[in-house]
């Protein structure tokens, strides 16, 4: 009775899910299900979820997976899955037991949607941003990023080699008055208005009295 209460409160359901016993036996699918991984219900129901299991999961993923599970803990994780016509899809899972009267493992749902675009796209992000660092730290020009209050968050070896020869912390408040003055305006007004400039023309002077010109870019 339990379990056909179950089946009724998932078939409508938008994310892939079945019941399994614990031994993993899909005892019911979803129609969602269906369109994710290609099988139908007939086909699925009596088959292990293994069926869908790749070898590009991590056995160390299945075996947390299997520890939480079975101690009645809930389990969230990505792994890789197989469809029924061998196309593989990153899975983002959470396997929930069933309990019964006396608190143990009866029945598993578990729920699963399709991620592997969401993942590519973070993957490219992060790869992009790994090269973007990359090029910043190798940039000779000096690369600076400065908060609301004018304070270095960030900044390239370039950067920090002038400001060694700078008095401690005035390298970032020398450039904003340089440019303050060679811009007629103040820089914060223009960036809380999202204009940039390009080629503006900064006069910093270091510790020794050396005076040094930058064209500055914003």
Known sequence: MALDVYRQ???FVPVATSIT??????LYANSAFERLTGYTKSEIVGLNESVLSDHATPPDTYRKLWAAITSGREWKGRLVNRRKDGTRYLA??????????QGNPE?????????????????????QNTLLSSL???????????????????????FEDLQREMPRDVLAPHFLRALNESLGVDLRSLCENGTDFSAV??????????????????
């Open 201 to 218: 023309e900064a006069r910093i002077e270091t510790l020794d009295g050396e005076i040094r010109w930058f064209a500055c870019s914003a």
């Open 136 to 158: 910043v730290e190798a940039a000779p020009a000096l690369i600076a990023l400065l908060n609301a209050s004018g304070k270095v968050i960030f900044s390239n070896p370039a």
């Open 107 to 127: 029945y598993f749902l578990g729920m699963h949607r399709d991620v592997t675009d969401v993942h590519e796209l973070e993957s490219k992000l992060k790869n």
């Open 92 to 101: 983002d899972l959470t396997v929930v037991p069933i309990l019964d009267a």
């Open 9 to 11: 409160a998932i078939e």
């Open 21 to 26: 016993d614990v031994r993993a036996n899909i």
